[in-house]
């Protein structure tokens, strides 16, 4: 191990100082990666690179993405592995690129076959400025498209990945590692009620294994690690406006300890904004667990109009219309004898919530017939939105510091 300072009389450090001397900045422990950029960009919602987009692109780069779509068409037949999506309303500029990750929601269809809502994202195959064309990893039959949906993504809540990163090789665990990290950002965003959000950001260390593809010199990145990070709290007023922050990191050391291997530092930024139960939209049919005994009914009969009492919870205002199939009484099943249609959804539900109908109600008795429903899930909105994040002056650096 090097000394410093080296005396006259010690020969064995006068030679370890000047081998580290010839070896190169890596020797004097000065390895070290980075990034720095002053140019304006906008952060990229994507789990893969870039990580940021040019000002002058016409890729649209909000965070939160909601494109009403009028229809839906497998291509080249069904099944299918593609999927083209047209826009209600052509957009000014492809909002997608090839790779994205795509969400479709609420699109009504019938028939046979798979339908199109997907949350889990689909990948993008190509995108104009009146449809978008999804892949799959297999060929599906799909259902025919009928009315509504939209298409999008939504990265709020989510880490998103910034172009600031450095990667360095770490020789043992006697070394540590200083990262140093600046990061100025302005954003905008749409609001519906007046509230407190934050915004968090954070240095993630990955550590990379080399590609098992035949061929491939490239790494990938895994296994993220914390390091640091800074949470900025944001009050905001309803309606449409913009914010910003800075984010300074200047002694951020990590480790000793650290395994041999080859690290990746990045920056890292995530929205968290909360969500709101709208009414009309909070119950689903396809949420509710149900239990109890029906009645004995002579023929199928429609009960409109009944708000069921929450015995836990403080949900309220959901109206349903429920028909009971005819025959002898039997456990209510949504899938055989018992239709739940959702006229209003109310608001406040939760998950777990429990919820009773009076069997008097629904041609029965009470407590003998009654309706028990526990809310499996909700659908909601969030109570704000954000558009398009631009990144300013920023950087990252990762310096190994030998012991």
Not at 15 to 35: E, H
Not at 98 to 103: F, H, Q
Not at 240 to 259: R, S
Not at 272 to 294: E, R
């Amino acid at each position: 191990m090097a000394k410093y300072p080296v005396e006259s009389s010690d020969q064995e450090g006068v030679i370890d100082a000047v081998n580290y001397l010839l070896s190169g900045p890596s020797g004097l422990g000065q390895n070290f990666d980075g990034f720095s950029a002053y140019l304006p960009a906008y952060l990229r919602p994507s789990t893969r690179r870039p990580w940021s987009i040019p000002i002058d692109s016409t890729l649209n780069p909000s965070v939160y993405l909601n494109i009403p779509i009028s229809d839906a068409v497998p291509v080249g037949g069904n099944p299918s592995q593609f999927v083209t999506f047209t826009f209600a309303t052509p957009q000014a500029t492809a909002p997608f690129q090839y790779g994205d990750k795509l969400e479709v929601y609420d699109v009504v269809s019938t028939g046979p076959g798979e339908p199109y809502n997907f949350a889990d994202g689909y990948n993008v195959f190509s995108c104009g400025t009146t449809a978008v064309t999804i892949i799959t990893s297999e060929a599906f039959e799909w259902q025919t498209y009928s009315s509504g949906g939209w298409v999008g993504r939504d990265y709020l809540n989510y880490p998103i990945t910034t172009d600031c990163y450095g990667t360095v090789t770490v020789q043992g665990a006697t070394t540590q590692v200083f990262v140093s990290a600046q990061l100025n950002m302005a954003w905008e965003y749409d609001c519906v009620n007046a509230g407190d959000y934050n915004v968090v950001v954070s240095i993630v260390r990955e550590r990379g294994f080399q590609s098992t593809t035949a061929g491939s010199s490239e790494y990938l990145f895994a296994d993220p690690v914390l390091i640091s990070e800074k949470t900025f709290i944001k009050t905001v007023t309803p309606g449409p406006g913009t914010d910003t922050l800075e984010a300074i990191f200047t002694t951020v050391l990590d480790g000793p300890n650290l395994d041999f291997g080859y690290y990746r530092y990045y920056i890292i930024v995530q929205f968290n904004v909360p969500g709101q139960l709208l009414p009309g939209d909070v119950l689903d049919s396809g949420g509710l667990k149900i239990s109890g005994t029906k009645v004995t009914l002579v023929s199928d009969t429609t009960y409109s109009g009944l708000t069921p009492t929450s015995i836990t919870g403080i949900g309220a205002g959901a109206i349903l219309d429920v028909t009971l199939t005819a025959g002898d009484s039997a456990a209510y099943d949504i899938n055989t004898n018992t239709t739940i249609d959702i006229t209003s959804g109310g608001s406040s539900y939760a998950v777990g919530d429990i919820l009773t109908i009076p069997g008097n109600d629904i041609g029965g008795s009470s407590p003998a017939n009654d309706m028990n429903l526990v809310v499996e899930s909700v659908t909601s909105t969030y109570d704000m939105t954000i558009g398009r994040a631009t990144l300013g002056l920023r950087s990252l650096t990762a310096q190994v510091i030998k012991q």
